[in-house]
T-cell receptor, first 114, second 110 residues
Framework: AQKVTQTQTSISVVEKTTVTMDCVYE???????LFWYKQTASGEIVFLIR??????ENATVGHYSLNFQKPKSSIGLIITATQIEDSAVYFC???????????FGAGTRLKVIA | DMKVTQMPRYLIKRMGENVLLECGQD?????MYWYRQDPGLGLQLIYI???????SEGDIPKGYRVSRKKREHFSLILDSAKTNQTSVYFC?????????FGPGTRLTVL
């Protein structure tokens, strides 16, 4: 069975700095997708970024980027130049390419302070 | 405008009552999901629907059932609700690479 683990419960950073959130996963599948989602204080959940397991290049979208280390089954989310509005809970998730069932981690709460 | 809607947004029920949570999407996605979110546990998949009348259990289906008679509409049913089903329920729809989430329904079972 697939499993996603986020060990950091909460992180606090100063505005305009860079933060990395950790995520490790377990799967028996050779091909899979990894995702990061953001849940705002209002409860809204939005998709941020995706990494395909067969791609060596790390995905980047805006000020979000990923640190994909396949041998370590690790997919870290990097947010550069953080802003107050980046304060949220961030979820790591995965699914294999054979079905559409997602497995989510428990989430990391990020607080960005001025 | 891509949107997933959920009704109701808040619901209070007594133990043993039946509960119906409704979800709609306007993106013609074949795949739809029901999750529950509890503190410290992230999102747990209850059911997935691959299209009309094509539903599959997720990780925690016990105590729940679903119905999908139209592609744009997916319902979650709790027959005889229990207090441990108090949670926030999220519906989502998606294509191959992305899910779109509804605003959630906060269900309290007393």
């Amino acid at each position: 069975a697939q499993k996603v683990t986020q060990t950091q419960t909460s992180i606090s950073v100063v505005e305009k700095t860079t933060v990395t959130m950790d995520c490790v996963y377990e799967t028996r599948d050779s091909s899979y997708f990894l995702f990061w989602y953001k849940q705002t204080a209002s409860g809204e959940i939005v998709f941020l970024i995706r990494q395909d397991s067969y791609k060596k290049e790390n995905a980047t979208v805006g000020h979000y980027s990923l640190n994909f280390q396949k041998p370590k089954s690790s997919i870290g989310l990097i947010i550069t130049a953080t802003q107050i509005e980046d304060s949220a809970v961030y979820f790591c998730a995965m699914r294999d390419t054979g079905n559409y069932k997602y497995v989510f981690g428990a989430g990391t709460r990020l607080k960005v302070i001025a | 405008d891509m949107k997933v809607t959920q009704m109701p947004r808040y619901l209070i029920k007594r133990m043993g009552e039946n509960v119906l949570l409704e979800c709609g999407q306007d993106m013609s996605h074949e795949t739809m999901y029901w999750y529950r979110q509890d503190p410290g546990l992230g999102l747990q998949l209850i059911y997935i629907s691959y299209d009309v009348d094509s539903n599959s259990e997720g990780d925690i289906p016990k105590g729940y059932r679903v119905s999908r008679k139209k592609r744009e509409h997916f319902s979650l049913i709790l027959d005889s609700a229990k207090t441990n089903q108090t949670s926030v329920y999220f519906c989502a729809s998606g294509h191959a690479y992305e899910q779109y989430f509804g605003p959630g329904t906060r269900l309290t079972v007393l």
